[in-house]
């Protein structure tokens, strides 16, 4: 599935005006998936590049609310990088050189319906959302602050992840069926079952996509458990050529990233002759022959009179 992301910078530092220092931090990628279903595992990797300074501090954020502090500020100048496997990050004291106050290196904050933890290495710039329901949707962000004095720079990057909540069947699509007049006008109506995030609905016709000028807009309707429903309908009149062989398929199609769903319906033209329809092919192509073949004609008796 691909990944959406938003990386921003702020790069503003005494250091670097006055003394014309060129020291930055740089985000790389936020990578992690954009769509995943309910109840999946989501992993989320933050990189970024330093640039030679020291790591102050590491944020995740959900939704604007902070869901993960760490403060790499140690008296012996460690990080998660070069710990030994025995020690846990979790149980790190930092002192901290602003507030000049003793905090756990890693701090949680909790987040209603977001189950998160540290990656398999342990470091905090990966983490891992467990059984991700429809609260752990939303912006996820990487905030990074480096050391360099006399102040502090600071880079992020935002991802927006989507969980989805699979419709539980095909959509329902009602309106003209059976057989119908040419010339008659065809019409059809097309919901969809409850699912998150609101999916997008479509018409085809003999698989090919509907102008939006024969579609209704849109209707996205709310359920009682943050499921959504949407509806539409489109309408246009049976001409001839749409039928192939008689016949012409009408789909309603709902997708949500490339997960698909459909109903369709098959339309049968009144009076369809598929003897007559090649025969009145055949005699369209001999007319046009005959018609190319009196043209040369006129134009060879033509030339000979020159």
Not at 143 to 160: D, G, I, K, Q, R
Not at 174 to 179: K, L, M, P, S, V
Not at 212 to 227: L, N, P, Q, R
Not at 244 to 259: A, F, M, N, P, S
Request: charged share 15%; aromatic share 8%; net charge negative.
């Amino acid at each position: 599935m691909n990944m959406e992301v938003k990386v921003s910078f702020f790069r503003l530092t005494l250091a670097s005006l006055v003394m014309g220092v060129g020291v930055s931090v740089r985000m790389t990628a936020l990578r992690g998936p954009r769509y995943v279903l309910e109840g999946s595992n989501v992993t989320l990797t933050c990189e970024f590049d330093l640039e030679g300074d020291d790591l102050y501090s590491l944020l995740w954020w959900h939704d604007g609310s902070v869901l993960l502090r760490y403060t790499s500020h140690l008296d012996n100048h460690q990080n998660w990088t070069n710990m030994e496997s025995s020690t846990e990050v979790e149980d790190l004291l930092v002192l901290d050189p602003v507030t000049n106050v003793t905090t756990p290196a890693l701090a949680w904050f909790p987040s209603q319906g977001v189950q998160a933890q540290l990656g398999s290495d342990g470091g905090p710039d990966e983490l891992w959302l467990l059984q991700a329901g429809h609260e752990a949707a939303g912006v996820y962000t990487c905030e990074v602050t480096t050391e360099a004095p006399p102040t502090f720079l600071t880079a992020n990057a935002s991802l927006m992840l989507h969980v989805i909540v699979p419709p539980s069947g095909s959509p329902l699509m009602q309106g003209t069926a059976g057989e119908v007049k040419e010339g008659q006008w065809v019409s059809a109506q097309c919901e969809s079952a409850p699912a998150t995030p609101p999916p997008n609905l479509t018409f085809y016709i003999n698989q090919k996509p509907v102008v939006d000028g024969f579609m209704s807009a849109v209707k996205v309707s709310k359920t009682s458990d943050h499921k959504h429903v949407v509806s539409r309908s489109v309408g246009f009149t049976a001409h001839r050529p749409l039928f192939k062989t008689g016949h012409l398929i009408l789909e309603c199609r709902v997708t949500i990233d490339q997960l698909v769903w459909r109903a369709t319906s098959d339309l049968i033209l009144q009076g369809y002759n598929l003897v007559n329809e090649a025969a009145d092919v055949c005699s369209q192509v001999v007319s046009i022959w005959l018609m190319g073949y009196a043209g040369i004609v006129i134009s060879s008796g033509w030339l000979a009179e020159l």
